[in-house]
């Protein structure tokens, strides 16, 4: 399971305060050409900088956050917010406004942005900055995210003194000048902003020789550049470069998924993930928040998710209950259909394949609840089981169309159904739906109880009998034998 929990990371960066006003439009404004839209829902995000220390609270890392807000209800607002998740602020009281961006929707669709914004006096950024340098022994890396709104200014000044205590700084830059990063330890710009700076790339080829160019002319350690449905391409002083194919199969919303992948970046990096590995994490974290609407992040529970699929096949890691029930409405809120089943699965055979693929069929993601080796015993008797709990728990995540394994100890897995609240649960055999354990919890959600086909002639018990009885056969072949000599 990855834990991101060890990592301290001080992020430093643009703070702003998101707003989004929505409701219906069904009118045209009679004093001008624009649609009315009557506001019905009012909505604040973190944004900025603000929102890449969201991403690495979500992800489970310590995090605390510097920047500038104004002295006003929005910088409240966003001190309030960024507390309430647990991040604790360390903000200067510059003399310009807290960054506000307004976004006006109705059906889904932004009609209007409305930017509260001053440039920040010079003035501020070095007071801000001098504040800022003590706080940075505490940590085992810095963030610095760069918006381009003033408070960075004196960015070269963080880097200097980050290097001097040997702590590493990663930025995401903004801007058609990187001078003032020189000397960090990782540099991520998209290939839009890459080009800004290095020009134009015609192949492969070219683009490698800019980004060693890059590196060599910032004195920096590493650059990733993120490419969109290209991937990413990670490059180093003297590796080979790293390039991977994005993992995104829906895209709905790329909208913050630049502070996810730096925020799961720093995470990974900061708990001793190596950087390669922290890509492709990253990449990880980038495919599940732009399958969602408007700014996301990704839960250590979602990564844990995906990163489990990946390894399936490297010995499988369950989720915990807890994460479960995140995992699931995460996927209900998608809109997606959970199905939920159970059974022992001792020695998996053909009958279970087939019943299990009939039952993921029923919706978009099948859970199956597998009861521990006590409670086996208890209904099979002391010889069962035959294969551990581990092992067929890695047997059953194996298959293709299954999505989480999660064991039970309890006589039946009601409790567990109740919690995780499944849209379809599933049984095989010649039950009655009302005999289903947990069908009631199913059905007062709004679910579906479905009984499966049984397939005669496929039984676990039977299995065994027969390989008991081939042994004892044996065994009587091989005593007639030596009675024969």
């Not at 900055?129 to 610095?144: A, E, G, R, Y």
């Not at 020009?199 to 590493?222: P, R, V």
């Not at 895209?251 to 996810?260: E, H, I, K, L, S």
């Not at 978009?364 to 709990?389: C, F, H, W, Y």
Request: proline share 4%; hydrophobic share 35%.
């Amino acid at each position: 399971m990855l834990d991101f929990s060890n990592a301290r990371i001080l992020v430093i960066g643009d703070v702003m305060l998101d707003q989004y006003w929505s409701g219906p439009s069904e009118r045209v404004s009679p004093e001008a050409p624009v649609p009315v839209v009557k506001i019905k829902n009012d909505e604040v995000r973190l944004g900025g900088a603000a929102n890449v220390a969201l991403n690495l609270k979500a992800l489970g890392a310590q995090v605390e956050i510097a920047g500038v807000i104004g002295k006003d209800s929005a910088g409240e607002e966003l001190t309030n917010a960024l507390n309430q998740y647990g991040i604790s602020t360390h903000f200067y009281l510059g003399s310009t406004p807290t960054i506000r961006k307004l976004r006006i929707l109705s059906r889904h669709q932004q009609l209007l942005r409305m930017d509260f914004e001053e440039t920040l006096p010079p003035e501020d950024s070095l007071i801000f900055t001098t504040q800022t340098l003590p706080l940075l022994k505490n940590f085992d890396l810095v963030l610095i995210s760069d918006y381009g709104k003033g408070c960075l200014n004196e960015v070269q000044r963080l880097i200097q003194k980050s290097n001097e205590l040997q702590i590493k700084t990663f930025i995401d830059p903004k801007g058609d000048c990187y001078e003032k990063y020189r000397g960090a330890t990782l540099i991520k710009p998209n290939q839009s902003e890459f080009c800004q700076i290095t020009g134009s790339f015609n192949d492969e080829n070219d683009f490698d020789i800019k980004a060693a160019h890059l590196i060599e002319k910032l004195k920096i350690e590493h650059l990733l550049v993120t490419r969109s449905e290209h991937g990413m391409a990670l490059f180093g002083k003297t590796n080979t470069p790293y390039k991977i194919a994005t993992r995104a199969q829906d895209v709905y919303d790329v909208t913050g998924a630049g502070d996810t992948v730096i925020a799961t970046l720093a995470a990974a990096f900061a708990n001793g993930k190596n950087l390669q590995e922290s890509v492709n994490l990253a990449n990880m974290a980038a495919g599940i928040v732009v399958a969602k609407v408007g700014t996301a992040t990704a839960s250590i529970a979602e990564l844990n998710d995906q990163f489990s699929q990946s390894q399936r096949h490297q010995g499988y890691v369950s989720p915990s209950k807890e994460q479960l029930k995140e995992l699931v409405e995460q996927a209900q809120q998608q809109g997606q259909k959970v199905v939920f089943t159970n059974g022992c699965f001792d020695i998996l055979h053909s009958g279970h394949v087939r019943y299990l693929d009939e039952a993921a069929k029923q919706g978009d993601k099948l859970i199956i609840a597998v009861n521990t080796d006590e409670s086996v015993q208890t209904l099979k008797g002391p010889s069962r089981p035959i294969i551990p709990l581990e092992n067929r728990m890695e047997l059953l995540a194996s298959l293709s169309f299954v999505d989480w394994v999660v064991p039970f100890s309890e006589e039946t897995p009601r409790d567990l159904i109740c919690y995780l609240q499944p849209d379809v649960l599933v049984k095989g055999g010649d039950y009655q739906p009302h005999e289903i354990a947990g069908c009631d919890c199913v059905w007062e959600n709004g679910g579906e109880v479905k009984i499966l086909s049984f397939w005669d002639g496929f039984s676990t018990s039977n299995i065994v009998e027969r390989i008991q009885t081939s042994l004892d056969d044996n065994r009587s072949s091989q005593n007639n034998a030596k009675g024969d000599a």
